[in-house]
Structures are given as structure tokens and as C-alpha cells.
């Protein structure tokens, strides 16, 4: 058989929904555990919002950096409520595979897969969720002054998404996770000026951002290095679930329509973000 006919479940490097292992999930749940209730002490709400089965798009808002602990922290909660048989797959950046495959490996077991509309057309397909952070590393490390805003980046490439595969979005919002580390500045297109002078990428790979920030174990750190969290408390909500008015493939290629549905979740996510801290 071609490398091009090759069904999508043999292929590797995040383009398989078959290295996700139930069983290695289990092994990471008494970790997960103590890392949910004693070191990020998490308040969590609004799962009631999640079919008790069936496939569903949920559509979030992470901070803190590379370790995400928001994101990791929801990945508990999930297995938690629904079991670790009920799959759910999340679109992770390709860079995870070519920094540190065996680091994408492990994220492959939990159900890390490649941020591509293949891949969550596929899951979707076959009845299982699928979580997409739109706003990427982008959000992961904006400035410290920004961290009660929604940022998606304008990417727009989730909602044609929704729209073509005829699923409602379902929000899934958290604060405290910015407190994980500090970012101070964020100075990408400086970097990126001193790249075209002659200055390499690390890896030789665009990280498309490049934060200053405050955390652990560097103290100050220059670039979009790894960090340990602080232990700071973290809430997590899922919201209601965003329906729109029309769906379909002829709905995903209207520009203004689309333009329409982004500005619609990002407003309502936005409004949420906004209860979640006055609630606190």
C-alpha cells in the first residue's frame, strides 16, 4: 500500500487517533489527581453542560506557558467525570513533534493529535470529541495585562469547522492559570527582526512568539522556554454550548457569515471570562 493510501489510524507522529491508550491515561490519574486538588487546588463548574455520551466540540481559552496547566487540569476533569474509554482528542501544535518527539509520544497517548482539520474531521467522524485551543501558543504566553482577555489570534479555521461538520461549540473558559508564570512583554516581531539579521532559531523551527516572562526555574526567561508552575489556584468552567442559526458546507464559505459566528463566540466567551473573575 502507497504512503498516500494509508488509512489516517497508521500513521504516526500526532496524524493517528489510535496511539490514544486508555490504560496508560489510567496510569496518570493518581498524579493528576494530587496535582488537581493539593498543588493548582481547582475549582471546576458547569460540566452539566457535557452529554453524558456522544461527540461534542469544545472550544477553549488556555494560559501559563507551555505546561498549560489549565488545559491539563480540564484533561483530568474529563477523565474523571466520563471515564478514560470516552475519547477526546486535542489539536496540539506540530512543533511538539519536532522539538521532542518523545514528548509527543506521551501527549499521543493521553489523545494529542495534529492541529489540522483532518485530524478533527476524523474524530469527529467517528463520534469522539475533540478540544481546539484557536488562540495556540499566542495565547499561551500573552502579556500578564492581558490575561482577562479572549485572544484567538483572528483564527477563524474552528468555526468553518462547526459550521461544515454541523456541531454546536461548547466553551470551556479558566483564570489563574496566568499566574502560573508572569509573562512580562511579548516580543516576537523584535526576535524575528534579529532572525533576518542573522540571528538562528533554537531547534531551527519559528516559535512564533517570544515572551519575557517570570517563573520558574529560570527566574527571568527570554523566548518561549518550558517552565515549572507556581502552585496558585485555578478555576475552570464550560458554558453553555453555542448554537448557530445555520449550518453546512454553503454556511462554512460565506466569509461574512463566518466573520459573524467568530465575533458571536468570541463575544459570549468574553462576557463568561468576564463572570468568571468577578466571581472570584
Known amino acids: 500500500m502507497s504512503e498516500k493510501k494509508k488509512p489516517l489510524a497508521r500513521v504516526g507522529n500526532g496524524w493517528s487517533l489510535e496511539e490514544r491508550d486508555p490504560q496508560f491515561i489510567s496510569s496518570l490519574m493518581p498524579f493528576l ?15 452539566h453542560h457535557i452529554p453524558s455520551k456522544g461527540k461534542v466540540f469544545l472550544i477553549g481559552t488556555h494560559n501559563g506557558g507551555l505546561a498549560a496547566p489549565d488545559l491539563a487540569m ?12 470516552r475519547r477526546v482528542y486535542a489539536l ?22 495534529m492541529a489540522h482539520p483532518k485530524m478533527a474531521r476524523a474524530a469527529l467522524s467517528q463520534d469522539a470529541s475533540v478540544l481546539v485551543y484557536p488562540g495556540g501558543i499566542q495565547e499561551l504566553f500573552r502579556p500578564y495585562s492581558q490575561r ?42 523584535l526576535a524575528k527582526k534579529l532572525h533576518q ?22 527566574g527571568v526567561a527570554i523566548g518561549p522556554l518550558p ?10 468552567r464550560v458554558c453553555p454550548p453555542i448554537v ?17 459566528c467568530y465575533h458571536l463566540v468570541c463575544q459570549q466567551m468574553q462576557q463568561e471570562l468576564d463572570r468568571l473573575f468577578q466571581d472570584n
Not at 74 to 85: D, V
Not at 173 to 185: P, Q
Open 33 to 47: 489527581e494530587w496535582l488537581y486538588r493539593y498543588y493548582f487546588r481547582v475549582k471546576s463548574d458547569g460540566w
Open 74 to 85: 480540564i484533561t483530568y476533569e474529563w477523565f474523571r467525570l466520563f471515564g478514560t474509554e
Open 92 to 113: 496540539t501544535h506540530p512543533n511538539v513533534w519536532k522539538v521532542f518527539p518523545p514528548w509527543g509520544k506521551v501527549l499521543g497517548k493521553i489523545g494529542a493529535v
Open 148 to 189: 482577562k482577555q479572549v485572544y484567538f489570534a483572528g483564527r477563524k479555521g474552528f468555526i468553518k469547522l462547526a459550521l461544515q461538520e454541523e456541531v454546536p461549540i461548547t466553551p470551556i473558559i479558566s483564570k489563574g492559570a496566568h499566574h502560573t508564570l508572569i509573562v512580562l512583554a511579548e516580543c516576537y516581531q
Open 197 to 218: 539579521w542573522g540571528m538562528p532559531w533554537l531547534f531551527d523551527l519559528d516559535p512564533e512568539v517570544f515572551p519575557i516572562y517570570l517563573g520558574w526555574p529560570w
Open 227 to 236: 517552565n515549572i508552575p507556581f502552585p496558585v489556584p485555578i478555576h475552570t
Open 244 to 260: 448557530f442559526k445555520r449550518y453546512g458546507k454553503e454556511a462554512a464559505a460565506e466569509r461574512h457569515y463566518v466573520d459573524t
